[in-house]
Structures are given as structure tokens and as C-alpha cells.
């Protein structure tokens, strides 16, 4: 911590583009990786750490905090001496580690993190690419196209071969493993996995088979996927041995560290035919020597230079990952995704966690952010401007939104010792399709939530199982800020649902809502046009038909929060009120993973506060929470403690 009590972040100088300054702006190499949480916080410092000869010097670390790390290596040496030593974190940009001297760390009460949650999407797409190029013989293929009439003769013999039936092995099944069987379920092939660790329950969910021999996935796999860490247990996990167990027409894939893979070895079973290919991402070493054998091998391989997942998601989810351990630290709180949890035991760890915890608790009722949040935006009516929707900006920002719902008789008396009491709510959800919500009451009901800051949001009813646009600019009208429309299972309900929030304008074209200035319209300027961009739009996925149409329902522009809810999910299933039957919560965590994948707010009403936490980690950021069955938790558990 420096002496004006912030955070001191670096990040290695590797990160930097040629041209790396732009003002006080740091210009990084990849523009989908976001440092505005580290550059707008007040409590922060940013600075560059400059890496020599592929490794960081401890002099470059003196004062820093905490690391951000790409390629560069940090050893033993690259840390300060005690005295002078205040780095208490190195959050690696990825998740391999081995460039990372972790015991080293530990043991001098530096914590090292890897970010998971960034990579596991994109490096499981990777290793489906490598499955589909191989399986289809892309890269020969490729090469025919542009021969003209010469290669159109000769594609009879680069026939390709389909997948399934076909064995998808892999040697490991952690987040990326794991992640790779749940994208490829749809191809029909069989799935086995060797990992002494894994949990079968989970394993047994996703279709897989975990093998107690690793030599029998070698011997059933068709494609043969690495995914474990490089450790001494697993360094030439693939060598000559086993790979002689492998079918001459299988194929290993290695999207995980170099190490792992025997690569004389390797080349020596292509050449030998013992294998028919491989496709690489990594290398042993890496880079690669360009007289490489590897290279020597044609279509046989395909290779790729240690960057197949390189895309904006993967980059953009990484970064998130970095700078969320980073602002961990400062809050004085454990990072989620340490490599050696044995460091939250050294006393220089522990101590620098209360550190920054004094500081944050002495701070935070001078600040008006709200423990990170967003400060509330006040409305002056006089202005001629919209009241801002603060749900909107709240997701704008990237940041978790929490709706107290539960209540079905909401009273302005009962909104305003709600937000009073817990400002940390950011919207109200008033029950229009199974409480009493009246017409006559919504205006009263919505400027309790005005005056607090909040957004009101109203579920609707639809009609005749058809979404009524009347019953939803009607809400609008009476000051409600946004709206929640039940059962939307359907592209065409979805879009159905944007044309009743619309005005007709140049920007939306096929806006429907009736002209009529709502109660949150008086006064304001322009107010058609400012309405359209105020206007929260929230549909709720909750049968089965929207699972079978969620990539449709996805393509639709202009929805807001795409909210899985449970409940009757579970009964479209067969599952009445079996909240918790697996099927149920596969079928609702893919909805949100996809939902996520597509670049969309993905909502839930998680049922616990582990499973919360369990949903923001996946990028959920819109909350249901039931103040009332939250505050009955606390008083059973006060009174049992009293009669205790």
C-alpha cells in the first residue's frame, strides 16, 4: 500500500503496444482488454513494470502491490527483498502458471491467481475449431480449393470423416475440459475422460465417462484433447508409450502447455503412422525452431502459434478476471482463483488483507459509491431531462443490478422502509402477473422508487398466452420504468416485446408503443426520443420451448435482461417444484452460459447465496432477491441463537 493508501497496480510493460502512451492512457497491445476499473478508481494507481530479457527484475517491483502478468517470468529472484518487499499479488493474464515460481510466493506471502472463468469459453471453442478442421480435412481442403479445376479433381481423395460415434477423450476435466464435452454434446459423440480429481457426479452429467486407467483413454480416443496443467506429474503426460496405445486413425489435440505433449515423440508417431494427426496450439519449446520436424510433416498437422483462442471474448473475460483480483485485494478480501490457497495462511498475507481492509472500512462512509457501486444519480425535474433508469446504468457499467422482489402487495409505505433500510437495491419489481398490481396505484408505487433513486419494474400479464403490447405501454404509461414480460418463448414474442417499449422513430423502426406521454414524461424535452433509450425491456425464459429457441430469441435486439426463471422452467420439464433436480439446473446454467456467449445480460433468481455467487462468477447481472424470505432467514436464525 503506498503512503497515500492506495493500491499501486503494475502491469508488465509485454502488455504495452509500440505506441503506449496516449496522455495519461496506457495503450495495450489488445483493445478488448479493459482497464477503466483500474484507471477511473480513485484508489488506485497504475503503473508499467518493466520486463528484461523475458523476466521481471525485482527492482521493477519495489513498490507495487499488485501484478498484472502476460508472457514474462517471474522467479525467485524477481522477488524484492524483505525489507522492502510490499507485492502481494500476481494476477496471471491466463491460466497456466508455469512461468510463475508459485512456492517462491507462497512462502514470501504473494498470492498468484490465474483466470479461469476468461479462458474456459474460448479455449474450449479452440479445441472444437481443431475437431471440425481435422475431422473434415480443412487445411488439405483449403489448399485444393485455390488449384482451381486441379484441386476440384483431386477432392475425392481428401475425404473427410464424420464425428458421430466417434470417442472425444480428454486428460484432464477441469473448467476448460468440462466447458469443451458441454459445446461438443451436440456432435453425438462418446465421451471419456481420465482425472483423478474430477467429480464423477459432474462428470456423469455431462455424458462423460471417467476412465480409471489414462491409458484407456489413449486406447478408445478418436480425438485425444490435453487439458491439464504442466506439472512434473503431467510433463510428457503424451509420449511414445502411450501414444502407441492410440488407434492409427486417432488424433491428439494440445491446446494446454508444450510440456505435456513428448514432441520427438509426437513427430515420430506421425511419421510412423501410428497416429494420423495433431493440431497444436503449444509447443516444447515455444516458439518453435522453424527447422522444426514438426514442420516438416505437412497436412498431418495443424498448428497454430500459441494464440487459437485468442479472440475479443477471450481477452476482454481475462482481463475482468485479472483486475477483479486486484480490486479484491484492495477491498481486503481473499481473490477467488489462487493457484496455492496455502498463501492466505502467511502472516505477511493476512496482514496486508487487514491493511487494506482499515482502509476501505475507515473510507467507506466517505464515499458515495456504495462499496463499488455506482453513486445514484439525482433528477432535477426542471431540466427537461429524463429520470435516469438506474438499472440501466448500473448494467451499463458492467455492474451486478439487485431487484427486491417477492413482495405481491407493495404499498409506497413498504417501498420506502425497503430502500431506506437497504439502498442497496437498485430496483423495485412490482407483481402485475400474480399480485394485485392496479393501474390507479402504479403512480404512487413508482414515485416511492423515484425519490430513492431506483428503478420501478413491472411483470405483466400476457393474454391468452399471446404478449398484449396494450398491457405493456399501459404500465409504461403510468410511470413505471421498464417492464418484465413472463413466458416469452419465442423470437417473434421477443421481438413483440421491443416494439411494445418503442416509440415509432428513425432509430426504431418498428416501434408500436401509443403515443402518450407517460407520468415520467412530464416536463421532459424530446421525450419520445429519450424514452426509448430510458425504457427497461426484461422477457423471462422459463420453459423448456425457450431453451430449444434461445439462439433465435438471442438475435433479437433492443431486450435489456434476458432472465432464466426457474420455477416453472422445472415444471415445463415434468419437474413440479423440483428446484434442485440436475436436469433442471444443466438446462438453466447452459441458458445463462449461452445467454452470456451471446453478449447479452443474462437474470436469475438464485436460490442461495453460494449459487449467487456461483452466477456472478458465470457473468450474471441482474438479480432477483426476496428481501422478505432473506429478513424471515435472519430472524430464525437470531431466535435459534438466542434459545441457544
Known amino acids: 500500500m503506498s503512503s497515500s493508501g492506495k493500491l499501486r497496480v503494475g502491469i508488465s510493460s509485454d502488455f504495452l503496444s509500440p505506441d503506449h502512451k496516449k496522455g495519461d492512457k496506457l495503450i495495450l497491445k489488445f483493445s478488448s482488454v479493459d482497464l477503466s476499473p483500474l484507471e477511473t478508481n480513485p484508489d488506485v494507481e497504475l ?18 502491490d499488485a501484478l498484472i502478468l502476460l508472457a514474462a517470468k517471474f522467479d525467485k529472484e524477481s522477488i524484492p527483498a524483505s525489507e522492502s518487499q510490499r507485492l502481494r499479488l500476481i494476477a496471471r493474464f491466463g491460466v497456466g502458471y508455469d512461468s510463475v515460481d508459485v512456492g517462491a510466493c507462497s512462502e514470501r506471502g504473494i498470492a498468484v491467481t490465474i483466470t479461469p472463468d476468461g479462458v474456459r469459453r474460448p479455449v474450449a471453442t ?121 488407434k492409427p486413425t ?33 509447443f516444447d519449446p515455444e516458439p518453435p525452431a522453424t527447422d522444426d520436424e514438426l514442420f516438416s510433416l505437412g497436412e498431418k498437422v495443424i498448428t497454430t502459434p500459441h494464440s487459437i483462442c485468442w479472440t475479443d471474448e477471450c481477452f476482454h473475460g481475462i482481463g475482468k478476471s485479472a483486475i477483479e483480483a486486484c480490486l479484491a485485494l484492495l477491498q481486503g478480501n481473499i481473490p477467488t482463483t489462487l493457484v496455492d490457497r496455502s498463501v492466505v495462511k502467511n502472516q505477511q498475507f493476512q496482514d496486508a488483507l487487514v491493511a487494506f481492509n482499515s482502509l476501505n472500512s475507515a473510507t467507506k462512509s466517505l464515499t458515495s459509491s456504495e462499496n463499488g457501486k455506482l453513486p445514484r444519480a439525482t433528477h432535477n425535474p426542471n431540466t427537461g431531462d429524463i429520470r435516469p433508469n438506474r438499472i440501466k446504468q448500473v448494467l451499463a457499467a458492467g455492474k451486478p443490478a439487485f431487484v427486491a422482489c417477492g413482495e405481491l402487495n407493495w404499498t409506497a409505505n413498504s ?87 418503442k416509440f415509432k422513430t428513425e432509430k426504431f423502426l418498428n416501434g408500436r408503443r401509443g403515443m402518450f406521454v407517460s407520468r415520467q414524461g412530464y416536463g421532459v424535452k424530446d421525450y419520445f426520443m429519450k424514452a426509448n433509450d430510458s425504457t427497461l425491456s426484461v422477457i423471462l425464459l422459463e420453459d423448456i420451448k425457450a431453451y430449444e429457441n434461445l439462439d433465435s430469441i438471442l438475435t433479437v435486439d433492443g431486450i435489456d435482461v434476458f ?38 445480460v443474462a437474470g436469475s433468481t438464485p436460490t442461495s447465496p453460494e449459487q449467487a455467487v456461483e452466477h456472478y462468477k458465470l457473468g450474471v447481472r441482474f438479480f432477483y432477491i426476496q428481501p422478505l424470505s432473506i429478513a424471515a432467514t435472519a430472524i430464525q436464525n437470531y431466535l435459534k441463537e438466542m434459545s441457544t
Open 47 to 64: 503503473e508499467v513494470v518493466e520486463v528484461k530479457d523475458g523476466r521481471i527484475p525485482a527492482e521493477s517491483v519495489v513498490d507495487i
Open 126 to 246: 479452440s479445441i472444437l475449431t481443431f475437431i471440425l478442421a481435422l475431422s473434415t480435412k480443412l487445411i488439405t481442403k483449403n489448399r485444393l480449393g485455390r488449384l482451381g479445376a486441379e484441386g476440384f479433381e483431386k477432392r475425392a481423395g481428401a475425404m473427410g470423416e464424420g464425428l458421430v460415434g466417434k470417442t472425444l477423450g480428454s486428460l484432464g476435466m477441469g473448467n476448460i475440459g468440462a466447458e469443451m464435452f458441454r459445446l461438443c454434446a451436440p456432435l453425438g459423440m462418446k465421451f471419456v475422460a481420465y482425472d483423478p480429481y474430477a467429480d464423477k457426479t459432474s462428470a456423469s452429467q455431462l455424458g462423460v465417462e471417467l476412465l480409471e486407467e489414462k491409458e484407456s483413454v489413449f486406447k478408445q480416443s478418436d480425438f485425444l484433447a490435453i487439458n491439464c496443467p504442466l506439472l512434473p506429474a503431467t510433463k510428457h503426460i503424451v509420449n511414445a508409450e502411450s501414444l502407441s496405445l492410440m
Open 250 to 282: 486417432a488424433y491428439v489435440i494440445n491446446t494446454s502447455r508444450g510440456g505435456t505433449v513428448d514432441q520427438k515423440a509426437l513427430v515420430a508417431a506421425l511419421k510412423g503412422n501410428i497416429i494420423a494427426g495433431a493440431a497444436l496450439d503449444v
Open 415 to 501: 417501498i420506502d422502509a425497503l430502500l431506506a433500510s437497504s439502498p442497496q437495491f437498485d430496483g423495485v419489481w412490482l407483481e402485475g402477473e400474480h399480485g394485485p398490481l392496479d393501474y390507479g396505484d402504479i403512480g404512487n408505487l413508482t414515485r416511492a422508487c423515484d425519490i430513492w433513486g431506483a428503478t420501478a419494474l413491472a411483470r405483466v400479464q400476457k393474454s391468452c398466452d399471446q404478449v398484449d403490447e396494450n398491457i405493456i405501454y399501459r404500465h409504461l404509461d403510468c410511470g413505471v420504468q421498464g417492464v418484465i414480460v413472463p413466458h416469452v418463448n419465442t423470437k417473434e414474442e421477443a421481438e413483440t416485446v421491443v416494439a411494445a417499449c
Open 563 to 600: 432472465f432464466v426463471a426457474y420455477a416453472d422452467l422445472a415444471q415445463s420439464m415434468g419437474y413440479l417444484h423440483d428446484l434442485g433436480n440436475s436436469e433442471v439446473q444443466k438446462v438453466m446454467r447452459s441458458m445463462l452460459e449461452r445467454i452470456i456467449a451471446a453478449g447479452k
